[in-house]
C-alpha cells in the first residue's frame, strides 16, 4: 500500500535539495532582470508587451521540459513488435501475483528493467525491457523485473513525484562513487550530494523495501526473487563493461558496430569462467541493495551464473532483432555513452579499427611485475609470474598488489584472478612483437605479419585448467 505520509509537498522539497543553489539564484537573478528591464521597456513604449516576454520564456520552457521527454519516449520501440512472447509473459506473470500492469512495454538497448510513470498529457505507465535482459535471462524471469521496477510507483499516492525523486537519487549516488573516486569527496558538491541522500535515505528504503516484496510476490520466494534480480545485475554489467570498448570508437570516429548485442551474446555464452568471474556484480552492493529479500545465498553462485551462460535461456538473437531493428538499437546505445556526439553511424565490424577498441594490457602487467619484482627481492620476468602462481605463491604476490580490504581469504591467490592476469602478461607480449588484435566483438583473437592466428583466451584458459598445463603460455611468454 502507498505510504500516506508521504505527500506531494514533502516529494518536492526533497528533490529542491538535490539542486544546486548557485544555479537556481543565478536563473532567478537572470528572470528578475529580464522581468525588470521588460517592465522598462513596457512603461517607455506605453505597451504590457515587453513586460510578458519573460514569463512567457518561462512558461514555454517549462513545456518544452514537459513535452521532450514524452515525445522520446513515444519513440521508444513496442516490444509487441518484437517479441509478444515476453509481454505474455510479463503481463500473465503480474496478473497471476495481482500486481500492477504496465499500459505499455517497451525495449531499451541497455539498462535494467526500468518503470516510467507520466501525467502530461495523461496518467500512464510505461515498463522499459532492457535487450540484453531479453536475450540472456529465462522469460520466468521477466515478470520478476517488471514488480520491482514498477514497486517505484506504489510507495506513495503520487508516482511521478516518487520516480523523479528515486532517479535523481540514483543519478547522485552515480556523482558521488565519481567524485570519491577522483579524490574529491570534501568538495562542496560533494557535501550537497550526500546531505541530499542522506535526507532521503528513508525513502529509498521504503522503495527498496516495496520493489522487494513485490518481486517476492512474483516470484513465489524470496530466494527465486533474489537469484532472478542477481541475474538481470549481472547481466547488465556485464554488457556494460562488454560496450565501454567501444567508447572512444563511438566518440572519435562516430561510428557503432550495426551488431553490437549479437557480438555481445556471442561472448556471453563463449568466455571462459575466469573472465566470467569479472562480470558477476558484487554480492555485498547486491546485499545493500536488496536486504529486504534476507540472505542472499552464494553457494554455488558461480556455478549458476556459468549455466546462465551456458543454457542461453533468453530468446535467440535472430529471432528477435533484425539487422535494422539491431542498427537501431545500436545507435541508442551509442547515444547514451556518448550524448555529446550528433551523428553516430551504424557500421559491419569489417569497417571498425581494432585500434579505436581495444586499450592496452601494459598497464597491468607493469603493476604485477613491479609487485612479483617486489616479492622476489629482484626484477622479474613474465615467465617468473607464471612460476610464482604454480609454486602457490599467489597470496604473497596480492599482499603487494592489493589493498586489505580488496584480499579474499577465500582463494587461494588472495584475491587475485590467475587468468586475468595471464592474459595481461601474454597481450603484452605478443602485441610487442607485431601481432594485433583482429574481431572487434572478440577482444582475445590476434593475428601476426604471415597470417598466423592467435587465442588468448584458448592459451590462458589451458594454463588455469584443473591440470595447469602452462607449457605454451610459457613459450608464448619468452617469445
Known sequence: MPDPRMTRGQLLRLRLRAWNRLTCVAWLVIFAIGEARGAAQAAADHSWVPALIAPAAFIVVAILAALVPAIKENRALRLESVSPEAVR??????????????????????????????????????????????????????????????????????????????????????????????????????????????????????????????????????????????????????????????????????????????????????????????????????????????????????????????????????????????????KEVAKRMSPSTKVIRAVEGSAIDVTCVYEQAVSDETAVIRAASTLLERPADRVEVVDLFQQGRGWELAEFMLDESEMDDETPDGGLIRGAIFAALLIAAIEGRDMHQLDPYREWIFTGPDGELLDVAEVVAQAVSAQGDTERLRSLLRG
Not at 152 to 164: D, M
Not at 209 to 225: E, I, L, P, V, W
Not at 227 to 253: C, G, M, N, Q, W
Request: charged residues 25%; hydrophobic residues 45%; positive net charge.
Open 89 to 330: 509473459a510479463i503481463r500473465d506473470g503480474l496478473a497471476a501475483a495481482g500486481l500492477p500492469i504496465p499500459d505499455q512495454i517497451r525495449l531499451a538497448g541497455r539498462g535494467v528493467t526500468a518503470s516510467r510513470f507520466s501525467s502530461f498529457p495523461r496518467r500512464r505507465v510505461r515498463l522499459y525491457v532492457a535487450l540484453p535482459q531479453l536475450l540472456a535471462v529465462p522469460s520466468g524471469h521477466l515478470p520478476v523485473l517488471a514488480a520491482n521496477a514498477l514497486a517505484v510507483g506504489q510507495v506513495t499516492a503520487y508516482p511521478v513525484s516518487a520516480q523523479k525523486l528515486w532517479k535523481k537519487r540514483g543519478a547522485l549516488e552515480d556523482r558521488d562513487a565519481t567524485l570519491r573516486a577522483r579524490g574529491r569527496s570534501s568538495s562542496r558538491e560533494a557535501r550537497r550530494i550526500r546531505a541530499f541522500l542522506a535526507a532521503t535515505e528513508p525513502f529509498a528504503e521504503n522503495v527498496r523495501r516495496h520493489s522487494d516484496q513485490a518481486a517476492m510476490t512474483a516470484a513465489g520466494s524470496a530466494d527465486a526473487a533474489a537469484r532472478a534480480l542477481y541475474d538481470e545485475l549481472t547481466v547488465s554489467l556485464d554488457f556494460f563493461r562488454y560496450i565501454a570498448r567501444f567508447h572512444d570508437l563511438i566518440a572519435r570516429k562516430r561510428r557503432v558496430p550495426g551488431s553490437i548485442h549479437a557480438g555481445w551474446l556471442t561472448q556471453w555464452t563463449a568466455d571462459p569462467e575466469w573472465v566470467q568471474y569479472l562480470t558477476r556484480y558484487p554480492v555485498e552492493a547486491f546485499r545493500y541493495e536488496h536486504g529486504a529479500l534476507g540472505a542472499f545465498d552464494t553457494d554455488g553462485l558461480p556455478a549458476h551464473i556459468s549455466r546462465l551462460r551456458r543454457g542461453q535461456e533468453g530468446m535467440a538473437a535472430a529471432a528477435v532483432v533484425s539487422p535494422d531493428l539491431a542498427k537501431r538499437l545500436a
